[in-house]
């Protein structure tokens, strides 16, 4: 015990305020790379390759095995080489949050919504529901769907309940597919999303998850968009989000549960603003403003 108090102590006197520094940024890299590969399947690998790495470094360590232990050194360059290939979806969903930050914080002001995209949403999927009309509506946050957009029908449209319900009539062009929405409009129809691998959805005891299902879940597992299905066989609404997915949303929890992880983005006041709203007499002309937001 003596030993280890001298050894930290040690230690201790020789930190300096660039050592400080130094273990700060490194600690907040890994935290922040593992922020941005929560709840997705890059956890699970990572996980698998940390077993590995720890199990293969105490067999090096507690035996002689020269081979083995020239092995596990010249591996680890190879999975520092593949680590990229493997996680490049992560890595691409982290640059782009990055550079929306940077948007944001070029901007400085975003401009709220026009309309309640959840409320429209959410009163098109309990009229689907009651008819049996299966959909799947896929509602974008920061996390950029455009390459699933392509896959379909690019459209304009603003959101709202008569618009879905007649793109998700029966035997209509644009009904197979999902719809696609992005701030206040239907950017997309007729798209085809990614399926979940997870096997998530072949544990439910209900067993009436078909596609739609499987691309919701698929969908909100490379993305951080609320994807939500109506079963065509049911009428039962599912919302998925960050890999997981809630079955059976009545109407008022529905809405509950997509604004609880859409979280639309409130206007931010600027630097003009919180003056304006700390000295109202140098800007009169704005005081309704400030009050308003």
Not at 48 to 56: I, K, S, T
Not at 61 to 66: D, R, V
Not at 182 to 204: D, F, H, Q, R, Y
Not at 253 to 276: I, N, S
Request: charged letters at 20%; a neutral charge; glycine letters at 6%.
């Amino acid at each position: 015990m003596g030993q280890l108090i001298d050894e930290l102590a040690f230690i201790l006197q020789r930190l300096s305020f660039s050592s400080v520094v130094d273990l700060l940024l490194v600690t907040l890299i890994f935290f922040a790379v593992l922020l941005f590969i929560r709840n997705t399947r890059a956890m699970v690998l990572l996980r698998g390759f940390l077993l590995l790495y720890v199990l293969f470094s105490l067999l090096a360590a507690l035996f002689e095995l020269p081979a083995f232990s020239w092995l596990v050194r010249n591996s680890v360059p190879a999975i520092l080489v593949a680590i990229p290939v493997i996680f490049a979806q992560e890595i691409r969903r982290a640059l782009e949050r990055l550079g929306r930050a940077s948007e944001f914080l070029a901007s400085g002001r975003r401009q709220p919504h026009e309309r309640d995209v959840i409320d429209s949403v959410s009163h098109a999927a309990v009229r689907l529901a009651e008819r049996r009309h299966g959909a799947l509506i896929i509602i974008q946050r920061l996390d950029s769907l455009e390459e699933f957009v392509e896959t379909g029908v690019p459209l304009g449209a603003e959101v709202s309940p008569e618009l879905l319900l007649q793109i998700f009539y029966p035997n209509t062009p644009l009904h197979d597919g999902a719809v696609i929405v992005a701030n206040t409009k239907v950017i997309g129809a007729a798209c085809v999303m990614p399926l979940s691998s997870s096997g998530v959805l072949s544990e439910n005891p209900d067993r009436q998850m078909g596609l739609r299902h499987r691309a919701a879940l698929g969908t909100s597992e490379i993305s951080d968009s609320v994807a939500l299905v109506v079963s065509e066989e049911t009428g039962a609404i599912s919302v998925a989000f960050g890999g997981r997915m809630i079955h059976r949303l009545g109407s008022e929890r529905l809405e509950g549960v997509l604004r609880a992880f859409y979280k639309p983005l409130q206007p931010q006041r600027t630097f003009e603003d919180w003056l304006a709203q700390r000295l109202p007499f140098l800007f009169p002309e704005r005081r309704k403003d400030i009050t308003e937001v």
